[in-house]
């Protein structure tokens, strides 16, 4: 299963990336984070439903300095997934 999210709130600027990485290499995940230019954190994820379903939790909990207004879930076609490899930062370096 491949889901896309979409995290808002204030999630740039408080280590929310990493924390969604090693949240989501702890899981299991394939994927990716990154920042949007709107001030979001978008999330391509694939694994198990009970696995997606735990990375909706913690990106619902977040870092300390972090404070989560909304998540959107969309679902992506599974040969998105394919090209997945481990949980990444994309555009940290």
Not at 27 to 53: C, F, H, K, Y
């Amino acid at each position: 299963m491949v889901q896309q999210y979409l995290v808002k709130g204030r999630v740039q600027g408080v280590g929310f990336r990493w924390f969604v990485q090693n949240e989501a290499a702890r899981i299991g995940l394939r994927g990716w984070v990154r920042n949007t230019d709107d001030g979001a954190v978008e999330v391509m994820a694939s694994g198990t439903p009970e696995q997606l379903e735990d990375l909706v939790l913690a990106l619902g909990r977040g870092t300390r300095g972090s404070r989560v207004d909304n998540i959107e879930s969309h679902p992506v076609a599974e040969s998105e997934g394919d090209e997945l490899q481990s949980f990444q930062i994309e555009g940290a370096w």
